[in-house]
């Protein structure tokens, strides 16, 4: 069975300071994986997600993610934080023929000024 | 476009009552889900439909229901509610994920239900 780990439930950061959310899946085959953002009280929304095309993937507003598969992980990064990037990270996984999600447990990013 | 919505916004309930969800796309989507989300627990599947016409169990499906009233609408029902089913509740699609399983979900805002 496949599945993600998100290591913290809680991430704070300093406006500008670098942004290190961390992902790690297990699957038995070749994963397929994505970030989603939740801002409060919205949905999800795709920030990213990893194909197969490229290791290193950008996403919107600045986000960025590395593929790793020796070491299983998929983390997310950004630069510099924004106040406007305060909000909760989930980091999904699918492998199968059809696209049935499994989302960790959620990050929530909070920026102080 | 309007996306994804989902009707109602919130909603509270007594033990033993029922109640039906209702979520519509405008995106021509083949795909849709039903998705509860658990403080600590992420998001977990309890049904999705791969096309019109088919519905298929999830990771959570016991005490739901479901029906795929046609390509825009895909609605959650609750038979008898309980206390263990109070959650926010969000319905996604996705355009054709049999073909390609790194579609982007689409979430619709969220039913937020209580049941006392």
Not at chain 1, 41 to 61: D, E, F, P, R, W
Not at chain 2, 26 to 51: C, K, V
Request: net charge positive; aromatic share 12%; glycine share 8%.
């Amino acid at each position: 069975a496949q599945s993600v780990t998100q290591l913290g439930s809680h991430v704070s950061v300093s406006e500008g300071a670098l942004v290190l959310l961390r992902c790690n899946y297990s699957s038995s085959v070749p994963p397929y994986l994505f970030w989603y953002v939740q801002y409060p009280n919205q949905g999800l929304q795709l920030l990213l997600k990893y194909t197969s095309a490229a290791t290193l993937v950008k996403g919107i507003n600045g986000f960025e993610a590395e593929f790793k598969k020796s070491e299983t992980s998929f983390h997310l990064t950004k630069p510099s934080a924004h106040m406007s990037d305060a909000a909760e990270y989930f980091c999904a996984v699918t492998n199968t023929g059809f696209q049935k999600l499994v989302f960790g447990t959620g990050t929530r990013l909070l920026v102080s000024p | 476009n309007a996306g994804v919505t989902q009707t109602p916004k919130f909603q509270v309930l007594k033990t033993g009552q029922s109640m039906t969800l209702q979520c519509a796309q405008d995106m021509n989507h083949n795909s849709m889900y039903w998705y509860r989300q658990d403080p600590g627990m992420g998001l977990r599947l309890i049904y999705y439909s791969a096309s019109e016409g088919t519905t298929d169990k999830g990771e959570v499906p016991n005490g739901y229901n479901v029906s795929r009233l046609n390509k825009r609408e895909f609605s959650l029902r609750l038979e008898s509610a309980a206390p263990s089913q109070t959650s926010v509740y969000f319905c996604a699609s996705s355009e054709n994920p049999r073909t390609s399983p790194t579609d982007t979900q689409y979430f619709g805002p969220g039913t937020r239900l209580t049941v006392l």
